[in-house]
């Protein structure tokens, strides 16, 4: 498998999908294991079997916010657009309530305010990856 793919017909360099959506996968396991130990009262995962229920929830954000997520914010775009942007939030919170709901007491979230937090980490989170990981390897590989 090779990391790095070359588009001749676009002359485009890119990462191979797989190890992207590794990386960002992994990313999201971290934020979701972290702030279950930081704020165990408000955001519960199962840490038996050494973070699995964090791994498989991290797994299901990344299939969920490559296939559901694209047509909620194309059906939610007039209230986003209404509200300024500040509905778009809302959508990744619903995604985490989705994932909360598929693995049930094992992934556990109170309250409506600490979601918001857990959504704003993981955007911060896709930023910096993007930023420090994969376009220093694309950068590197392009001469």
Not at 30 to 36: Q, R
Not at 42 to 60: E, K, M, R, V
Not at 74 to 80: G, H, Q, S
Request: hydrophobic share 55%.
């Amino acid at each position: 498998m090779k990391l790095i793919v070359i588009d001749k017909k676009e002359n485009k360099v890119r990462i191979n999908r797989f190890i992207e959506w590794l990386i960002h996968t992994v990313g999201y396991a971290l934020i979701l294991i972290c702030m279950s130990v930081i704020f165990p009262k408000t955001f519960y995962i199962n840490n038996d079997y050494f973070g699995l229920y964090g791994l498989i929830a991290s797994i299901l954000i990344s299939i969920l916010n490559q296939t559901i997520k694209p047509m909620i914010v194309l059906f939610t775009l007039p209230i986003t657009g209404i509200t300024l942007g500040i509905f778009y939030p809302f959508i990744n919170v619903f995604i985490l309530y989705l994932v909360s709901f598929v693995l049930g007491n094992n992934f556990v979230i109170h309250g409506i305010f600490f979601p918001f937090l857990i959504a704003i980490l993981i955007s911060i989170m896709n930023i910096l990856m993007d930023g420090l990981i994969i376009k220093p390897i694309l950068e590197r590989n392009k001469k």
